[in-house]
């Protein structure tokens, strides 16, 4: 199993239908377990994939309508019910407080002091700081960046980071008489001393490694923020409510066609792209076209979401 997936729990919109259940993302990133938009039914699904309470290590979601929120009640419970002792953070739009409340708060359940709150208003980045390793370990760190959409609703999206880093050179390395524990310390430090005792700094035997990047669109129109939370980023996940057939449709609801989330994932020059949030107006047979009309616009692998699919985030080059 990939350390970074994403498990596609439902890929529907406002309608769940035979073949594709409400809203929910489940993204794996090393030690984080990051729960996207938790729509009806979104417990059940992460049953039949395989994943558990224990697995859940922050919940974001984008908006307060349902298709994106009612599984919260649910989940909320089973993490309470199962005992999870760390801390589940959830990030949600403050505007919709008032929402989250009656969520969290649904029915009567043995309550839990696991979650941790972070409503987020204007531009709004967060830090697990609990995960940080040193410098050269890079697995337990992750900013997450919250960026208001433009939709009927107050709704974010989110970028979720780690740190940039360095690409060790060995050749240049072994030039400069830079061997064994010295070159973690070099990485640690920035700069060390060779046997000859000259000083050793880090960019004369390493290049920048860009940190992997995953964003998460969902409902929104067209909007340069929904490009700032996808550039360059390795797996995009972006709504897809409709083909082109019916942008005025999409248009008056604030929704992206194919054609439109393929076009913004070139304009951020993304690496994978991931359709979702399909209407329930279209059949299997209409997948096909989601694909085409994205593809016309973006160059790039593309997938369509299917529940229950994993979809692994891309390695960057070495």
Excluded at 159 to 180: K, N, Y
Excluded at 192 to 199: D, I, K, P, Q, Y
Aim: glycine residues 10%.
């Amino acid at each position: 199993m990939s350390a970074r997936e994403l498990v596609i729990l439902g890929s529907s919109s406002a309608v769940p239908t035979k073949r594709r259940n409400h809203n929910g993302y489940f993204l794996r990133w090393d030690a984080h377990g990051v729960l996207l938009d938790p729509g009806e039914g979104t417990q059940r699904q992460m049953r039949f994939a395989g994943l558990s309470a224990h697995d859940v290590t922050r919940i974001c979601v984008t908006h307060f309508h349902g298709d994106h929120c009612l599984g919260i009640p649910g989940v909320v419970q089973r993490i309470a019910r199962d005992r999870v002792e760390h801390p589940v953070h959830a990030v949600f739009p403050r505007a919709g407080e008032e929402y989250w409340r009656r969520l969290r708060h649904a029915t009567a359940f043995g309550d839990t002091d696991a979650i941790a709150e972070h409503p987020v208003e204007g531009e709004a980045a967060l830090l697990d700081e609990e995960l940080r390793g040193g410098p050269e370990d890079r697995s337990g760190r992750l900013a997450v960046t919250a960026l208001p959409l433009r939709h009927r609703i107050p709704t974010y999206g989110y970028r979720l980071a780690e740190p940039d880093g360095w690409r060790m050179l060995p050749g240049r390395l072994a030039a400069r008489g830079v061997h064994g524990p010295a070159v973690g310390a070099l990485l640690r430090e920035g700069r060390v001393r060779n046997a000859a005792g000259e000083l050793v700094r880090l960019e004369e035997c390493a290049e920048p490694r860009p940190g992997q990047v995953f964003a998460f669109v969902m409902d929104t129109a067209v909007c340069a923020n929904a490009v700032r939370l996808a550039r360059g980023a390795d797996l995009l996940v972006i709504e897809s409510t409709y083909l082109q057939s019916e942008a005025a449709l999409a248009a008056s609801y604030a929704h992206l066609t194919a054609a439109q989330a393929g076009r913004i994932a070139a304009e951020a020059r993304v690496r994978r792209l991931v359709l979702t949030h399909v209407s329930e107006r279209y059949e299997p047979g209409d997948d096909a076209r989601f694909l085409a009309e994205a593809g016309a616009e973006f160059g790039g692998e593309i997938v369509l979401a299917a529940d229950l699919d994993r979809v692994a985030v891309p390695r960057r080059p070495r």
